[in-house]
């Protein structure tokens, strides 16, 4: 499989929106299933959001369900995340996925992004 690049992380305030961005190379981006996660300081990593081949199915965790949006550009071969309404509780490093099946686990990606640092203030 190809490599994952996150970005658009940095610091937002409480209340605030950010996008994230995840560009794939190297692979053919369209059969994968993408998603996101993320790992807060002294936290086990959280899965946050998956999205299938075309872009017409997601899922969320119930942490993140209708503050964030996962979509995605396969003419562009990226991935995004539209995150609304932010918490304190979403600082984190968010990393991006693949993965060759339907999965709403960790466990079921199989290449992984260097993550990205997102901070909120309260």
């Known amino acids: 499989q190809g490599q994952l690049v996150e970005s658009g992380g940095g610091l937002v305030q409480a209340g605030g929106s950010l996008r994230l961005s995840c560009a794939a190379s190297?692979?053919?981006?369209?059969?994968?299933?993408m998603g996101w996660s993320r790992q807060a300081p002294g936290k086990e990593r959280e899965f946050i959001a998956v999205?299938?081949?075309?872009?017409?199915?997601?899922y969320y965790a119930d942490s993140v369900r209708g503050r964030f949006t996962i979509s995605r550009d396969n003419t562009k071969k990226t991935m995004y995340l539209q995150m609304s309404n932010m918490k304190p509780e979403d600082t984190a490093v968010y990393y991006c996925?693949?993965?060759?099946?339907?999965?709403?686990?960790?466990?079921?990606?199989?290449?992984w992004g260097q993550g990205t640092q997102v901070t909120v203030s309260s």
């Open positions: 996925a693949s993965s060759p099946h339907a999965t709403t686990t960790l466990t079921g990606f199989n290449n």
């Open positions: 190297g692979q053919s981006f369209h059969n994968y299933f």
């Open positions: 999205i299938n081949l075309n872009g017409d199915w997601t």
